[in-house]
């Protein structure tokens, strides 16, 4: 077994709306920046984790974003291995 | 005829809930701790509003791991009835029980307010007391009620009738105006296919005296008694 760091980012499907993004796109506007189109939102986790193969840690860690990280009626995921 | 109320680390309408059904004499009232595993009997389940484990990661997320909610599943899929209100409806998405995802709202803000809900389904278990024609007045109170779901289960939901509750104006017309929080069709509340599981955000539990306002969540609650001796008899 190997030790793996896990990235896991979770962002809003395309066409989901994101106030949080909206709002923070609004806020730079303020601060005069002007070529500012669009800004989304999301999650970082990093996961530790013990795992045979860099396959199976990615492999688990889309399992932990399937049943917990990520809502996915809403959200999409992606997973990568930072070492 | 037994109620329990589910009891979250952070829940916080638990109480306002116990005296719900004590005010209006419907039977008799239970807590229900996180770490139970069982429904202990009653009849129905009340998920009430707050901020369960804090509404880390996303609201409801945490709760629906919790060990009541396995029971809460089995009793839910044998029929039992569930209610969801706020908080509780999100933690009713997250555990699949009810389509859909909250989102935060359009707005950003916490919105802590009166609402007119046009009552869409009259015949459902949980709104058959309701008078035709009634506009009922009860609050919200919630930063993630901006209810989503796709396209496909939203003609789903019009189609079998499973939207209960649309925000509204005083008169019963849904508009945007009258949507606080970006809800998709200004959906307030629905209903799983079954008919026996309703989330909603506003809170008939704070709307059951006169003195608080309104009393029409009575309605509400009438409505899912008279369910329950409905199916016992």
């Not at chain 2, 509003?49 to 396995?70: E, H, N, Q, T, V």
């Not at chain 2, 569930?82 to 555990?95: K, P, S, T, Y």
Request: hydrophobic content about 40%.
């Amino acid at each position: 077994m190997t030790n793996y760091v896990v990235k896991i980012e979770v962002k809003f499907k395309p066409g989901v709306l994101d106030p949080q993004g909206e709002t923070i796109k609004n806020a730079l506007s303020n601060l005069n920046y002007s070529g500012i189109e669009s800004v989304k939102t999301g999650k970082l986790f990093n996961v530790s984790l013990e795992a045979g193969s860099v396959d199976e840690a990615l492999n688990i860690a889309r399992d932990l974003a399937d049943k917990l990280l990520a809502n996915t009626v809403i959200e999409d995921y992606e997973v990568n291995i930072l070492r | 005829m037994k109620f329990g109320i589910v009891v979250f680390p952070g829940s916080n309408c638990d109480y306002d809930s116990y005296q719900a059904i004590k005010t209006l004499d419907l039977g008799e009232v239970i807590y229900l701790w996180h770490g139970d595993t069982s429904v202990n009997g009653c009849d129905v389940v009340i998920l009430p509003g707050g901020f369960s484990y804090g509404d880390y990661l996303r609201s409801g997320a945490i709760a629906r791991f919790s060990p009541i909610m396995k029971a809460i599943i089995e009793f839910a899929e044998n029929g039992g009835l569930v209610i969801g209100i706020c908080n509780g409806f999100q933690v009713l998405l997250e555990a699949g029980l009810l389509p859909g995802a909250m989102r935060k709202n359009l707005d950003m803000r916490f919105v802590c307010k009166d609402v007119y809900l046009k009552v869409q389904n009259h015949d459902s278990r949980f709104t058959h007391f309701c008078p035709k024609n009634k506009v009922l007045k009860i609050p919200i109170a919630h930063a993630e009620g901006n209810y989503y779901v796709d396209k496909d289960v939203l003609d789903e939901l019009y189609e079998t009738n499973r939207i209960i509750f649309q925000y509204s104006d005083k008169d019963g017309n849904v508009t945007d105006g009258a949507n606080p929080n970006g809800a998709l069709a200004n959906i307030a509340g629905i209903i799983n296919r079954e008919g026996n599981v309703l989330g909603m955000m506003p809170h008939p539990e704070r709307a059951c005296e006169s003195f608080l306002g309104s009393d029409d969540g009575r309605f509400i609650f009438k409505s899912i008694a008279g369910s329950v001796i409905n199916e016992k008899t």
